[in-house]
């Protein structure tokens, strides 16, 4: 069973992030107490889809904060994982930090290893996108913003430099394609869409991919109305 965690880094109140949840939870949500640190778990029994892909079954979702400006999101037991993780010092923790902080100018800034079992109910339409995919381990980025703009930055490690030029060849590819799947979608979102396709760069270096696009920071306003 997978059990994915999230974990947010960036300039802003952490400790408010939670107290956030905890008053939009309507009364289904609890606290827990877990080595120091206070869980917020909110009670959702509902589908949520995972970064825009696919759907998941969530039935509680746990908020904590790890530090003033760091917070861990996912199952009840996954975050009191990361929380031990916090505790002991763990490698890999603290390489996905240094994953996560890599830009310091970042709004927030991400990191996470990611397991052949997330890919494995996911159907990404042929043999050999499905390889390409699957041989990412790694992922981190970082969004910016301007006066104007927001800037989105997410950097795919994989196995090999070979599976790196594989995965950016594919990611190119669909490029071309999502000029078409942008003109079913209503105005507001087909601005940003056709920004982020048009500023939309892939580059593959060694064994990591690296995604950027930029958006004006209006049209983004505009469908989060």
């Known amino acids: 069973k997978l059990e994915p965690v999230a974990i947010a880094q960036g300039k802003f109140d952490a400790r408010a992030v939670t107290l956030a949840a905890r008053l939009s939870g309507k009364g289904k949500v609890r606290e827990e107490k877990y080595r120091g640190a206070t869980i917020v778990v909110l009670t959702i029994n509902d589908e949520m889809k995972l970064f ?3 759907n998941m079954r ?3 979702l746990a908020i904590t904060a790890l530090n003033a400006n760091t917070v861990a999101l996912g199952a009840p037991a996954t975050v009191r994982t990361v929380i031990d993780a916090g505790r002991t010092a763990r490698r890999d923790s603290v390489e996905l930090v240094s994953l996560a902080t890599r830009d310091p100018q970042a709004v927030i800034g991400f990191g996470a290893n ?8 996911l159907n990404l339409g042929t043999d050999a996108i499905a390889q390409d995919v699957g041989s990412i381990r790694q992922a981190y980025g970082s969004v910016g913003t301007t006066a104007t703009d927001v800037a989105l930055t997410i950097v795919a490690r ?3 430099p070979a599976s790196a030029k594989n995965l950016g060849d594919t990611l ?3 490029k071309q394609l ?3 799947l942008v003109m079913s979608m209503n105005a507001d979102r087909r601005a940003l869409a056709q920004s982020a396709v048009a500023n939309l760069t892939i580059n593959a270096r060694t064994n990591e991919v690296e995604i950027r696009t930029q958006v004006a920071a209006a049209n983004l306003a505009s469908i989060m109305k």
């Open 52 to 54: 825009g892909l696919w």
């Open 58 to 60: 969530v039935r509680e």
């Open 114 to 121: 990611v397991p052949k079992a997330i890919w494995a109910n």
């Open 158 to 160: 994989t196995e090999t």
């Open 172 to 174: 190119t590819g669909l």
């Open 178 to 180: 999502a000029g078409l």
